[in-house]
């Protein structure tokens, strides 16, 4: 069962977090040889004295004392009930107690950290027990279950990607100086290219104004009077005496 929790745990985070933004097994509190099942690697203080913090999270599944509670719930069996009911809270209070003993020291790790319960029915029974609740708050554990926990991470994400930038600040100004350069030389070019498709334009223009003269003028031949186009073109005239004399009309022949 344990197993199956820190599977679980990896898995959220293998999904949400980059391979630099956490790792396993980590010895959070230098010399303590405790070793956490995971913890998140977060910016250090603005005073330089550590480069980075841990967060602890560490997975947690007292599978039998929930199951218990659960069968006693579904035979409303209201001893056993009550029983199982501090059974878990006292495991639940162990676990943090261990998890706030062994792996959070200030100023190596936060100040808190998170103890992970892998069933989302058993993360709900916690928060229904408000004295249950308020002690793990006393002690600065915070309790998740998998959509908490993945909400978290989220939020700790939006926060890297803020610290890349601030980081990463005059690198990005340079970026946008280069963009900025280069979108005025293109703009160069474009102004350039527009000069150029304006002189087509004009060229164009300029060729249709003097194809509809032509139009005009080649519209004008056909109103011509007979032989004013032969005079113009200097064609020589076309008669055949032959065509005359042994072709005859045929308007003329269906008159006969």
């Known amino acids: 069962r344990g197993t199956w929790g820190e599977v679980q745990l990896r898995a959220i985070l293998e999904q949400i977090l980059t391979d630099s933004q956490y790792e396993e097994n980590v010895e959070t509190v230098p010399g303590s040889n405790a070793r956490v099942e995971f913890a998140v690697r977060l910016p250090g203080p603005m005073d330089g004295m550590v480069d980075h913090i841990w967060l602890p999270i560490d997975s947690k599944f007292p599978m ?12 409303s069996d209201t001893d056993v009930m009550e029983a199982a009911a501090k059974e878990l809270e006292q495991s639940i209070l162990l676990s943090a107690k261990e998890i706030k003993e062994k792996y959070v020291s200030l100023p190596y790790t936060t100040d808190f ?7 989302e029915g058993l993360y709900g029974e916690v928060l229904r027990r408000s004295a249950l609740f308020e002690k793990l708050q006393e002690l600065r554990i915070t309790v998740a279950g998998p959509t908490t926990l993945t909400a978290i991470l989220n939020s700790l994400r939006m926060g890297f990607r803020t610290l890349a930038i601030e980081q990463r600040s005059s690198e990005v100004w340079e ?20 000069k150029q498709l304006g002189a087509a334009q004009n060229t164009i223009d300029q060729g249709r104004t003097r194809t509809r003269v032509m139009e005009k003028k080649l519209r004008d031949v056909e109103s011509l009077p007979e032989g004013r186009s032969d005079e113009i073109l200097q064609l020589p005239e076309f008669h055949s005496e032959e065509t005359d004399e042994h072709f005859e009309d045929p308007a003329d022949a269906r008159t006969e």
């Open 175 to 194: 970026v946008l100086g280069a963009v900025k350069a280069e979108f005025e030389k293109f703009g160069g070019v474009l102004d350039k290219l527009k």
């Open 64 to 75: 039998d004392y929930y199951a218990r509670l659960q069968d006693a719930m579904e035979q």
């Open 113 to 119: 950290a998170i103890l992970f319960l892998p069933v």
